[in-house]
């Protein structure tokens, strides 16, 4: 899931709505509903932007499951803050979580008050940006988003707008489709084409090592170190023997 790019209104729903081609897209699998259409899940018949919600329950376990347990940098709860947040959506009293937890209920009272407080929180700071660095123009000046699951967050990607079109212009010989004249020693460098680079592949689907290798060769000839740095920059997993690959969500 890219999280620059998603609103907060389809990160609480778990999905999205594509208004050129009138879908809605799972966030967590891409799996497309269209409009107009009707689809069988679990037993019974939806329209699209229902079956997408049911979808989101019977394959991933709900939305709140999938937010909770999200391996992304901006997940910052711990495992015991998870917990609890999965009880008070559970719709326990506050005794039988004291009960379950091994605490008193005065305990589950100030956590449930500490989380609300961190509500707020957020809502007055999100009120701010918005209305300040949030609703402005991209301009040559804006720096570019960060990809949910970059493994060395730095100085590396503070770069604007206007740095990443000179790399771009720099480094390939040509963008569409993209070809690549030299891989930069300097890790800013490294990011934006990278960040390009990755643009090449299908969000959700599994790639054997064979068709990552034949996308990266016309890109440049050392298509290996491409294929390496995609990995350990966060742009792509693979499972331990390479034998799939994909781009993380």
Known sequence: MDYNKITLDELKKGYRYDKEHDTYICNYCSQNFESG??????????????AVSKHIETEHGGNLSQLISADTKYNTLTQNQKDLILLFASGLSDKEMAKKLGISEATVRRHRFTFREKAKQAKYYLAIYEQSLGSKEVSEHAM???HSHARYVDDRYLVTEQER????????????????????????????????????????KIYSEKEI????????EDYMTLRRYLIMYGFMERTKDGAKYWLTD
């Open 37 to 50: 259409q009707i689809y069988a899940v679990d037993n019974s018949f939806y329209t699209a932007e229902h």
């Open 144 to 146: 570019i988003p960060i």
């Open 165 to 204: 079109q000179h790399i771009l212009e720099n480094f390939f010989s040509s963008l569409n489709p993209p070809v690549l004249k030299t891989f930069s020693p300097k890790e800013k460098n490294k990011v934006v084409i990278l960040t390009k680079i990755a643009e090449q592949f299908e969000e959700g």
């Open 213 to 220: 290798n034949q996308i990266l060769k016309p890109i440049f």
